[in-house]
């Protein structure tokens, strides 16, 4: 079965940076959209970054607008966040995952391939 796996969390401190990598395990047929999702500790899943299966189209949350930066793989479904002047309230657990087209909404997602174990990140001082 194909899975998700999502890499780079750590612990960094308020203004600093990491960036995030999500891969596919095991071989799919097609670009997918891929978006990034964060879960705060007892709050629900909250979008974060879409990219579209080009790679042309990006959008953001606006908690994280002008900060996240989303990328991906040219040939294969990869993505990157690029997170930037990280805050306390950024302290979440990060997921990836794929839909059939460029979508924004957590219901197209985790269709088809299951959610993966996300990597946490937090930030403190």
């Known amino acids: 079965q194909v899975q998700l796996e999502e890499t780079g969390g750590g612990l960094v401190q308020p203004g600093g940076s990491l960036r995030l990598s999500c891969k596919t395990l095991g071989r799919t047929d097609k670009k997918y959209g891929m978006a990034w999702w964060r879960q705060p500790p007892g709050k629900e899943r909250e979008f974060i970054a879409a990219?579209?299966?080009?790679?042309?189209?990006?959008s953001y949350g606006d908690s994280v607008e002008g900060r996240f930066t989303i990328s991906r793989d040219e040939d294969e479904n990869s993505a990157w966040l690029q997170m930037d002047n990280l805050a306390p309230e950024d302290t979440a657990v990060y997921y990836c995952?794929?839909?059939?087209?460029?979508?924004?909404?957590?219901?197209?997602?985790?269709?088809?391939?299951?959610w993966g174990q996300g990597t946490q990140v937090t930030v403190s001082s």
């Open positions: 995952n794929v839909a059939p087209f460029y979508s924004t909404y957590d219901t197209d997602y985790g269709k088809i391939i299951p």
């Open positions: 990219i579209s299966r080009s790679g042309s189209r990006t």
